[in-house]
Nanobody, 120 residues
Framework: QVQLVESGGGLVQAGGSLRLSCAAS????????MGWFRQAPGKEREFVAC????????YYADSVKGRFTISRDNAKNTVYLQMNSLKPEDTAVYYC?????????????WGQGTQVTVSS
């Protein structure tokens, strides 16, 4: 398993920025890819962004494309989500997740979540 700890959430005004961090420990990083999901009140958890299995590949939900950027620091085993031009509809609990090779995201490891609130 991989242990994931998110940080960086908070309250921000619309148009502002936040950077989320997710520190990973446990299994070797080459055996999984990492991503971000979010869950707004009363809604299902949805995909935000992730790394792909191909080197350098990244994927984004249409709703965040051009505003959010996923990145990583391999030396620190940490993944980041830079969120710019935030909108009230980005308000949610954001989760970091690790997908193991041959498995689904739901079968992987998940962090405890960090709250992001965007005020209008």
């Amino acid at each position: 398993q991989v242990q994931l700890v998110e940080s960086g959430g908070g309250l921000v005004q619309a148009g502002g920025s936040l950077r989320l961090s997710c520190a990973a420990s446990g299994r070797t990083s080459s055996t999984y890819v990492m991503g971000w999901f979010r869950q707004a009140p009363g809604k299902e958890r949805e995909f935000v962004a992730c790394f792909g299995w191909s080197a350098g590949s990244t994927y984004y939900a249409d709703s965040v494309k051009g505003r959010f950027t996923i990145s990583r620091d391999n030396a620190k085993n940490t993944v980041y989500l830079q969120m710019n031009s935030l909108k009230p509809e980005d308000t949610a609990v954001y989760y970091c997740a690790a997908q193991f090779k041959g498995s689904s995201w739901s079968g992987g490891s998940w962090g405890q979540g960090t709250q992001v609130t965007v005020s209008s």
